[in-house]
């Protein structure tokens, strides 16, 4: 079975689980079971068990898991035990809240460039990161290669946006613009509106009036 047939929820859940360990981690544990690391995540042990098996087989019966090496484990399939270079398209008040994220850069995702279009970002270094004309997106990505495009740009800018990061061979795309963007099938786009998070929070305190 390729990564590719995970369903996205696993995926999820495995961001989940390797938060959940590292926190054990912090905390000094060493080994832990499949029910207590479900109850911590949320998810019946069963769930998690089918998670991890699309993987292999991790842990040992009547023992548990190993706290380390199942956390090292999830890195790897979930590719956050290398370094990903990203570049911010759009440094407004949301984009500048991306650069200034702390854990970002913990987690292995470093902004190596932003763009904007507004002459008065332009020059601004914001958290070690340089704020660029859009204009020299291809020189930029030719001297500080990247893997990863964040769009934070206004909803009419987005698609531009998008276009011009598939144009100059950006492969993975992150969105928070409030509007889907158009993209060939080989390049990976990741959709993160908050203000449908936001309805959907609200549907569900409406059912508690």
């Known amino acids: ?14 961001a989940l689980y390797a938060r959940t360990l590292e926190k054990l981690l912090a ?9 207590e690391l479900a109850r911590e995540c949320g998810v019946n ?8 098996s699309y993987f292999g087989q991790f842990g040992v019966r009547g023992v548990g898991y190993s706290v380390p090496a199942l956390l090292k484990h999830i890195r790897r399939i979930l590719g956050t035990d290398r370094e990903w270079f990203l570049v911010l398209m ?10 200034n994220y702390e854990l970002l850069p913990k987690r292995g995702f470093k902004f190596v460039a932003a763009f904007d279009v507004d002459e008065q ?6 958290n070690d990161v340089y704020v660029y004309h859009v204009d020299q997106l291809s020189w930029v990505l030719r ?3 990247a893997d990863i495009g964040v769009i934070a740009t206004p909803a009419p800018s987005a698609q531009e946006a998008a ?40 549907f569900y305190l409406k059912r508690l009036d």
């Open 1 to 14: 079975m390729t990564d590719f047939k995970i369903p996205g929820i696993t995926v999820y859940r495995l």
């Open 45 to 52: 042990s069963a769930q998690l068990r089918k998670d991890l």
């Open 143 to 145: 001297e500080h290669p």
């Open 121 to 126: 970002k332009i020059g601004q270094v914001i």
């Open 163 to 202: 276009d011009l990061l598939i144009e100059n061979g950006i492969k993975g795309i992150l969105n928070f613009a409030p509007v889907r963007i158009k993209h060939p099938p080989e390049v990976i786009v990741e959709h993160s509106d908050l203000t449908v998070l936001f309805d959907k929070l609200a």
């Open 90 to 99: 759009g440094a407004g008040h949301l984009g500048l809240a991306l650069l």
């Open 27 to 35: 905390e000094g544990r060493d080994l832990i079971s499949s029910e």
